[in-house]
């Protein structure tokens, strides 16, 4: 009985924002009104993705969590017979949260939106696709065949694309060609990766080739296809030196948008690498691992330095652009956790995962407050002249974005706490047949990477929160209804992740076990 649940709850969450984008085209979204058509599809964007919201909290109450390594609430028909592209959908342990996580950040999105819609053309363009992206990075998570998976990755580039392009802020013009550039070519590469396993396996079902473990493909061959799939969802995650698109279009994006590119699409790119590479191509992975650990580490430490660079006073550093560069460091954490290719920094990747879309979507809704309330996220403008002394101008906003931050240090008892240090463990003893001196000296700079984190996220608060107060700052609109309303839920996720990782843990230990090929 749950199992139909299941069933008919994960394809409802796949079809129905698609059917909702092509509403929120229509002349007037069906069943609602408002003072004037804008009113009607916003709220027509809001009440879609709250439906989704409540379809993916039913996914996951009728979900086995004993049993939470078996792919359950399965789909499989045949599309392209001639091809053995099949429609194969499934959500295990792995998935399941990073569902919940989109569909819960697209829902405080568009909330977001209904009450403070960003500058640009109609807010019908604007909620359908939002929409077109939630369903095509919600197809990400839950399709099980390579085919499927490509085309869901593929379809959030143009809806992304668009929101930068339309809606962002100065620069938005180069900012949004950056990231079509880098995707589309990583992507291009990546599909080559994808084809040549499911030509050389005779399949391109996931469930399949992760229990074959590789048997079937060479060792040469899973080389060159983990290099190929590798660079494609590396540009994703996004690995330095892969990232250089990223501070730009989260600088110029709309504060949506931001949340939706560090929350949701960053996550695409190392959830393939668990879901694909581990499981169906092990040798490769194997190889290319210490590479990898080597890139992450880089990107932690450049991440870092490029912030507390920013961060520097007369820098003209830009708040927004800093946490954009943080996320390349926070991220280095989850592909050093992937490349241990251990349990525990596998589950601490996947635990970073989501601590890192909870707090950096939240950082960026904050950014958002802070930009519309000074008219700009100039750090030297911020910190000077009036601008600073949030706890004195707005004292919730200001202890809103202390919390932001010293969660993104990872602070214990806090989300942010745990992914990162279960990654380090996984260094300390890495798989067989990696070098473990190796290891343990990107184990040393990590840790380090940590101790820059700190020193840059609290020199933001300070100069941020606790500047001094000039006599012609004003008092500023503090946290408004709407803005509690969008930010509560990740505030409260946050805390609750920091002091109970075993619920996020527990889901996704038994399937990251059998992803690595165990029993």
Excluded at 39 to 61: D, E, K, M, P, Y
Excluded at 124 to 132: I, R
Excluded at 488 to 515: K, N, Y
Aim: charged share 10%; glycine share 12%.
């Amino acid at each position: 009985m749950n199992d139909t649940v299941l069933q008919y709850a994960l394809v409802a969450l796949l079809v129905l924002p698609l059917l909702g984008a092509i509403g929120a085209l229509l002349p007037a979204p069906p069943g609602l009104k408002g003072r004037d058509p804008d009113q009607a599809v916003l709220r027509h964007g809001v009440s879609v993705t709250g439906a989704v919201l409540l379809l993916s909290i039913v996914l996951a109450a009728a979900f086995d969590y004993r049993h939470s390594a078996r792919m359950q609430g399965s789909t499989d028909l045949s599309w392209i017979p001639a091809l053995h592209i099949r429609i194969h959908l499934g959500v295990d342990g792995v998935s399941l949260p990073l569902i919940v996580l989109t569909a819960l950040l697209t829902f405080l999105c568009a909330l977001h939106a209904y009450f403070n819609m960003p500058e640009g053309p109609s807010p019908k363009a604007f909620v359908a696709l939002l929409l077109l992206l939630e369903a095509g990075t919600l197809g990400t998570f839950a399709v099980l065949d390579l085919m499927l998976f490509f085309l869901a990755f593929e379809m959030v580039l143009i809806p992304m694309y668009f929101l930068i392009a339309r809606w962002g802020g100065e620069g938005r013009d180069r900012a949004a060609f950056r990231f079509i550039l880098y995707t589309l070519l990583g992507s291009v590469v990546m599909l080559l990766g994808l084809l040549l396993i499911g030509l050389k396996a005779g399949t391109f079902d996931m469930v399949a080739l992760a229990t074959d473990n590789g048997s079937k493909l060479s060792h040469s061959t899973q080389i060159i296809a983990v290099l190929a799939i590798g660079i494609g969802l590396a540009v994703k995650a996004p690995m330095w030196p892969l990232h250089s698109w990223l501070p730009d279009a989260h600088t110029a994006a709309p504060t949506t948008g931001s949340v939706l590119l560090a929350g949701v699409l960053l996550k695409m790119g190392t959830y393939g690498l668990v879901r694909i590479v581990l499981p169906i191509a092990p040798q490769g992975a194997h190889f290319f691992a210490p590479y990898l650990a080597a890139f992450a580490v880089v990107g932690i430490l450049y991440g870092s330095l490029a912030c507390l660079a920013l961060g520097r006073k007369g820098n003209r550093g830009d708040l927004k652009r800093l946490i954009a560069y943080s996320s390349v460091g926070h991220m280095g954490f989850v592909l050093l956790g992937i490349a241990t290719l251990t349990p525990t920094g596998v589950n601490g990747a996947l635990f970073a995962n989501i601590a890192h879309g909870l707090i950096t979507g939240l950082l960026f809704f904050l950014v958002g407050a802070v930009k519309e309330r000074y008219g700009s996220t100039d750090l030297d403008r911020l910190a000077g002249d009036g601008g600073a002394a949030l706890y004195g101008t707005a004292p919730r906003l200001g202890g809103l974005l202390a919390f932001g931050a010293v969660a993104s240090l990872g602070l214990p008892g806090l989300a942010g706490f745990w992914g990162e240090m279960l990654a380090m463990f996984g260094s300390f003893h890495p798989a067989a047949g990696l070098s473990r001196p190796a290891y343990l000296t990107y184990l040393a700079l990590a840790a380090f990477g940590t101790l820059l984190t700190a020193a840059y996220l609290l020199g933001v608060v300070r100069r941020v929160c606790m500047g001094e107060r000039s006599a012609e700052a004003v008092r500023l609109a503090d946290v408004r209804g709407f803005e509690f309303a969008a930010w509560s839920p990740l505030v409260a996720l946050t805390v609750l992740a920091g002091l109970w990782p075993a619920a996020l843990l527990g889901l996704t230990d038994p399937a990251v076990r059998i992803l690595l090929g165990g029993h």
